[in-house]
T-cell receptor, first 115, second 114 residues
Framework: AQTVTQSQPEMSVQEAETVTLSCTYD???????LFWYKQPPSRQMILVIR??????QNATENRFSVNFQKAAKSFSLKISDSQLGDAAMYFC????????????FGKGTRLHILP | SAVISQKPSRDICQRGTSLTIQCQVD?????MFWYRQQPGQSLTLIAT?????????ESGFVIDKFPISRPNLTFSTLTVSNMSPEDSSIYLC???????????FGPGTRLTVL
C-alpha cells in the first residue's frame, strides 16, 4: 500500500526567508501524481503545487517550487520569500495515475512565519 | 479550479441528533468525495459519492452512520447520524473535475457535538 510521510510536524521560518518542507512516499507504481496542499486557519484546503511523476522537471508556482527525486521517492516543497500569509498546515499527497484512485495524505507540517 | 460550496459552514449539535451537510459544485465533475478531519489530524476519506448509485465507503465507515446522496453531477449530501462528541470534526467535500487528476476542496463544515 502507498504511504506518505511528513517527518516535520512543525517548522518556523523568518519572514522573507526560504523554508523547505520534507515529504517522502512509498509506492511500487511508476505513474502517479504528487501534490502539496495548504490549509490555513480558515480550514479551506488549497492546492499549492502539482507534480506528474513522468515529468523530470520540477514544478514551480511563483514562490513555491518542489524538489522531486523519483528514485529516492522524495517530494519536498520550497517556499521562497516567506510571507505571513504562508502560515498554515501543509499536506503532501500522493495519487496513483490509475483511474479514479483516491488521494493519500501525509500527516501535515504546521508552518509558522516569524515577523 | 472548481468553485465548491458547502452548507452549513459550522454547526453545534446535540448528542443523538443528525446533521446533513450539502456540497454544491459550479460545474460537472466526475468524482465527489467526503473527508473527515479530526482536530489536529490529517484528512481521512469517508466515502466516494457515486452519481445515481450507492456511495463507496472506506474501511471503518458505514452507510447507516454516514448516509450519502448524489442525485446529480454537481450536488451531494453527507449526513452524520446519531451524533456523539467523537463526531466533532471538520467535514470536507472534494471533487475531481472532468479531465483532471487533481482534487479540489470545499471550504469545509466544522461540526461540534455536545
Amino acid at each position: 500500500a502507498q504511504t506518505v510521510t511528513q517527518s516535520q510536524p512543525e517548522m518556523s521560518v523568518q519572514e522573507a526567508e526560504t523554508v523547505t518542507l520534507s515529504c517522502t512516499y512509498d509506492t511500487s507504481e511508476s505513474d502517479y501524481y504528487l501534490f502539496w496542499y495548504k490549509q490555513p486557519p480558515s480550514r479551506q484546503m488549497i492546492l499549492v503545487i502539482r507534480q506528474e511523476a513522468y515529468k523530470q522537471q520540477n514544478a514551480t508556482e511563483n514562490r513555491f517550487s518542489v524538489n522531486f527525486q523519483k528514485a529516492a521517492k522524495s517530494f519536498s516543497l520550497k517556499i521562497s520569500d516567506s510571507q505571513l500569509g504562508d502560515a498554515a498546515m501543509y499536506f503532501c499527497a500522493y495519487r496513483s495515475a490509475r483511474r479514479d484512485d483516491k488521494i493519500i495524505f501525509g500527516k501535515g507540517t504546521r508552518l509558522h512565519i516569524l515577523p | 479550479s472548481a468553485v465548491i460550496s458547502q452548507k452549513p459552514s459550522r454547526d453545534i449539535c446535540q448528542r443523538g441528533t443528525s446533521l446533513t451537510i450539502q456540497c454544491q459544485v459550479d460545474s460537472q465533475v466526475t468524482m465527489m468525495f467526503w473527508y473527515r478531519q479530526q482536530p489536529g489530524q490529517s484528512l481521512t476519506l469517508i466515502a466516494t459519492a457515486n452519481q445515481g448509485s450507492e456511495a463507496t465507503y472506506e474501511s471503518g465507515f458505514v452507510i447507516d452512520k454516514f448516509p450519502i446522496s448524489r442525485p446529480n453531477l454537481t450536488f451531494s449530501t453527507l449526513t452524520v447520524s446519531n451524533m456523539s462528541p467523537e463526531d466533532s470534526s471538520i467535514y470536507l467535500c472534494s471533487v475531481d473535475r472532468v479531465g483532471t487528476d487533481t482534487q479540489y476542496f470545499g471550504p469545509g463544515t466544522r461540526l461540534t457535538v455536545l
